[in-house]
């Protein structure tokens, strides 16, 4: 049974940055495509960022595009996602999650994935 741990988050002023990391275990990461998700409260949850098994594309939702980097460790099990020029609009519990689509076409949680994990909070103030 797969398991991820998502952490780096916390409370950060508009216009700064903050690096989110995701653990993943029990699966084999560097198969599949991964991608971060939020929700927002009262929100439904969105992808928002998505990268290829090599990280060879890289997909970003408009609303975090020019200020979000997803990034991948393939010998560490890692995804990360890089946030500047963070905004209150950013404010979020953030997940990850492999996706769906093979090549990021769409930023899609796999349809047998069900272990998602506690999500790291992300807060901006204005």
């Known amino acids: 049974q797969g398991q991820v741990e998502e952490s780096g988050g916390g409370l950060v002023e508009a216009g700064g940055s903050l690096r989110l990391s995701c653990r993943i275990s029990?699966?084999?990461?560097?198969?599949?495509?991964w991608g971060w998700f939020r929700q927002a409260a009262g929100e439904q949850r969105e992808g928002i960022a998505c990268?290829?098994?090599?990280?060879?594309?890289?997909q970003l939702q408009s609303v975090v595009k020019d200020r979000f980097t997803i990034s991948r460790d393939n010998a560490k099990n890692t995804l990360f996602l890089q946030m500047n020029s963070l905004k209150p609009e950013d404010t979020a519990t953030y997940y990850c999650?492999?996706?769906?689509?093979?090549?990021?076409?769409?930023?899609?949680?796999?349809?047998?994935?069900?272990?998602w994990g506690q999500g790291t909070q992300v807060t901006v103030s204005s």
């Open positions: 029990g699966v084999t990461f560097e198969d599949s495509s």
């Open positions: 990268i290829t098994s090599g990280g060879e594309i890289k």
């Open positions: 999650a492999p996706v769906s689509s093979p090549y990021c076409t769409y930023v899609h949680p796999a349809r047998n994935f069900d272990y």
